[in-house]
């Protein structure tokens, strides 16, 4: 969806590098999410964030959301092979929808 | 528990055929959806469940149907499969709106 939009939509980097993808809103968010997806799996939840400013992390992976809440960034420290996969973000709007908006997805390759 | 589990994985269908795909989870979640994930667009919702006895059309409803069987079990009909159905179907649940949702691992299906 336009709505939200997710740079680069590859990244290739070597072991060990640092890597940061980003996830930009046209309208202010409720809540973003970040899930990563294995080639040819289901998605899996990383992290959801909603307060401006929120930042989380999980083992090697951060989220910020920014304190306009329209723009989310996920920083790899360090990468692995095992970090290879799809990253996607999704977005919900308001406190009571059902209709989450996602991103096109990032492919990140780690070479090792 | 198993999470969200979908069947089959797999399916290839003839033009106009149809078929059912099913969705349960084992998480006690209120809301169920089903989307449909084609390259460079996404994930596209098709239709969800707030609760049960209750769907709603999504983003691209055309040519789907539902049925939110019981609170565990939400499934997805294609009454005359056409090519532009080939995609991976997810389905995916969440305890209430706005909350993180949790995927199946999908359907792979291709229209010939």
């Known amino acids: 969806s336009q709505e939200l939009e997710q740079s680069p939509q590859s990244l290739i980097v070597q072991e060990g590098k640092n890597l940061t993808i980003n996830c930009t809103s046209s309208?202010?968010?409720?809540?973003l999410y970040w899930y990563k997806q294995k080639y040819g799996e289901g998605l899996i939840f990383l992290m959801m964030l909603q307060k401006g400013g929120e930042e989380k992390s999980h083992e090697k992976i951060t989220a910020k959301l920014d304190e306009k809440k329209q723009q989310s960034s996920l920083h790899i420290t360090a990468s692995q092979p095992s970090h290879a996969g799809i990253y996607l973000c999704g977005a919900a709007y308001t406190s009571g929808t059902y209709k989450y908006i996602f991103g096109t997805g990032t492919r990140l390759k780690v070479l090792a | 528990n198993a999470g969200v589990t979908q069947t089959p994985k797999f399916q290839v269908l003839k033009t106009g055929q149809s078929m059912t795909l099913q969705c349960a989870q084992d998480?006690?979640?209120?809301?169920m959806y089903w989307y449909r994930q084609d390259p460079g667009m996404g994930l596209r919702l098709i239709y969800y469940s707030a609760s049960e006895g209750t769907t709603d059309k999504g983003e691209v409803p055309n040519g789907y149907n539902v049925s939110r069987l019981n609170k565990r079990e939400f499934s997805l009909r294609l009454e005359s499969a056409a090519p532009s159905q080939t995609s991976v179907y997810f389905c995916a649940s969440t305890y209430r709106q706005s909350n993180e949702q949790f995927f199946g691992p999908g359907t792979r299906l291709t229209v010939l």
């Open positions: 998480m006690n979640h209120n809301s």
């Open positions: 309208k202010t968010l409720y809540g």
